[in-house]
């Protein structure tokens, strides 16, 4: 008994020499900042966070992408703390396994606890709440800022006006009809939708949303009362009775000595006024960004953030937050981040939103279990900046699946690939939005390629050549085929392999051996997996004389293209471009250019449902492109996701358009529709004339009876 107890003893000590030795460690080791590098952060990382790599240090830096990574490498033991907005701690709220901590406030003013506060002020005429139906309302306006967001622009009118559904309508219109018919005049000017056609259409149909503004018919954001002073503005010029303003906007312009407080009251959430002279009726207040810590450190980051024990680690990480301009004020106790939310009036109730039934939200098929990630902090990113419809995302197990899906009414929209436009073409589904790239050349541009010094001078001579392509009904598969009914007036055969191996004496086609027709025994697959490059080697080698590719892919490769075949030009790469006839110029000839991406959904959209999800789509590439607001983006729409790239959007977009036009080059989503629209074969078209032969016979043998009977 006494031997077990001693061994047991020692064991106890020697885990408790461990546990002392792991606490040391973790004590001295550094903590991880993440920070998100953008325009605006890119110089102070660059030159603030290698001072960090020093043993006196206390911290280091971890580079994410945007402020949601960050959160995501707290999760992961990636990084230990980095700084949220409020909308951030919302998505946060909503995961209740993530472990992490609130652990000080970046005030911008140490003794201001909230950032700013919201109230409504009206003039003395109105006496209550229940009597501003029919007044005129003065609004900052609908657009987003890097503090302004939905559930700030709109929490006064929800709280006032019931909610419409009708389905006639978009959740917009919805809520600007009800606008529209509960005030008599307003000025909410600036833009209402990210869809300038819609907003025009808006703004004509519905007024008097326009009418108490300075220029009622422009109804711009360089309108007099439009923004946060505007609003005052139209308040205190009698344009309007009742606005919707910020506490400190307010007592700075009733600052002025022209303007008598004693003509304007707050107007209280229980519905009653208040004199300006008297306590502010705050409607709801927006708290401060913050910095959030994994749990199990979150007590070292508090005392880190405020101590002055170690003043070099204070230092650099004040310099890395300068762009916040702010001061850490340690939270009282640490906190989850719902718990710190609620202590701040209406801020979490602004981001409950009631529902219509049937539901608006939008189905977003993906295909892989990365892009279901990707999309679900999507979803929650979407959700806290208030962009309507919401959208809910629906794994499916490959990407064919997906357009199925789509075709089945199972879900709304697909993110497609170039190569899979002509089978949703095919199967009803129409492009809403296409992924536009950074740069022009980087725009998928399909061209035929051959040597320098072959014979061909144009696409017309090729008949009777070898070709190279890089997949069987691919991009490059699908433009040739354009092209061929081009050139001959129609399509004249059946089958699009009939047509190729027609036209061409051999054909190299990868991926053909899959298919489940009959192959002209002149076209047959290759060894290699089909890509531009492969299609390129198969010219290269004289196994085709031309290879139908994608310049993108293969410039680096090549060099600089002409289309013209002199021999004198310096920049003579070796290949060149075919056009459709003989030409001297040196310009690149190219046969179609496609996106790099595009939005697909079912042709039958209605016309609402159609303008919901692209003003939807519009709205998410405002807040969560390229062209961000605010100081780092949220979220990265086209950018990594926890660095991997390319995931639902190519990594190249730019933004997301819902036409695109490239001078003197047809379009392959115009290719994709004139092929489904002529893809009867000839063995159609000859029912069809024979059918309407024998129907002319019967009308002749009719008219000559009538005749007769006569």
Known sequence: MLRDWTKMNDRLCGLFILLVLFSQHIGSEKLKLCVVESVHTAKNIRQFCPQLNTPRSMIECVIGNDRFNCLRRLTTNTADLTVLEPEDLVAASAYREYNILVTNELRLFQMEKERFKMVVLVNKDVKSIWNIKGKRFCH???????????????????????????????????????????????????????????????????????????????????????????ALLCLTDNAGDIAWVRLDDALEHFKEGQINKENFNYLCLDGTTRSMKSAPCVWITRPWPVVVARAEVAE??????????????????????????????????????????????????????????????????????????????LRDAAFVYGVEPSISCKQETSRAA????????????????????????????????????????????????????????????????????????????????????????????????????????????????DSQETIPSNLYSSGTAGNDLSALRCLETDNGDVAFVNLKNVQEKIGNLRSDSRDDHPNNSGYRTLCFKDTDEADICTLAWSPLNAVVAHENLTDIRREEIYSMLLEMNDLFGN???????????YGPYDSNNSVIFSAETQYLQMDVHQMHTQSYRD????????????????????????????????????????
């Not at 622009?153 to 917009?172: G, H, Q, R, V």
């Not at 809520?175 to 833009?191: D, K, N, T, V």
């Not at 062209?627 to 729409?637: A, C, H």
């Open 671 to 710: 290719i994709v529709d004139r092929l489904v629209r002529q893809s009867t074969c000839n063995g159609s078209r000859n029912t069809s004339y024979l059918y309407g032969y024998i129907i002319s016979i019967y009308i002749l043998v009719y008219v000559l009876k009538e005749l007769l009977n006569v």
């Open 300 to 377: 070292k980051v508090e005392k880190m953030m405020t101590s002055s024990t170690s003043p070099y680690s204070s230092m650099v990480l004040h310099d890395l937050l300068e762009n916040y301009r702010t001061t850490p004020v340690s939270i009282d106790t640490l906190e989850t981040p719902e718990d710190f939310l609620v202590k701040f009036s209406g801020f979490m109730s602004a981001n409950n939103r009631a529902k219509c039934r049937p539901s608006r939200r939008v189905q977003w098929c993906v295909a892989s279990n990365l892009e279901s990630r990707k999309c679900r902090w």
């Open 402 to 513: 997906c357009l199925t899906a789509i075709k089945n009414n199972q879900a709304d929209i697909f993110v497609a690939q170039p190569e899979e436009l002509y089978k949703a073409r095919k199967m009803g589904l129409k492009s809403l939005v296409q992924a536009v790239p950074k740069k022009t050349n980087q725009f998928d541009r399909i061209a035929a390629v051959v040597k320098q010094d072959s014979r061909f001078k144009s696409i017309r001579d090729l008949r009777g050549a070898k070709a190279c392509f890089t997949g069987y009904r691919d991009v490059g598969w699908y433009t040739f085929l354009s092209v061929l009914k081009n050139m001959t007036g129609g399509r004249p055969e059946c089958s699009d392999l009939e047509a190729v191996g027609n036209f061409f004496a051999e054909g190299v086609v990868p991926g053909l051996a």
């Open 140 to 230: 900052p306006g609908l657009d987003t800022t890097d503090d302004w967001t939905k559930a700030f622009s709109t929490y006064f009118d929800k709280w006032i006006i019931t909610k419409e559904c009708d389905p006639e309508k978009t959740l917009l219109e919805n809520r600007i009809y009800g606008l529209s018919s509960f005030f008599e005049a307003a000025c909410i000017a600036g833009p209402w939708s990210a869809d300038t056609a819609f907003d025009n259409k808006l703004k004509s149909k519905y007024r008097n949303l326009c009418g108490a503004c300075d220029n009622p018919l422009g109804c711009y954001s360089s309108d007099k009362y439009h923004g946060r002073e505007g």
């Open 627 to 637: 062209t961000y607001k605010g100081e780092v983006p949220t979220f990265s729409l």
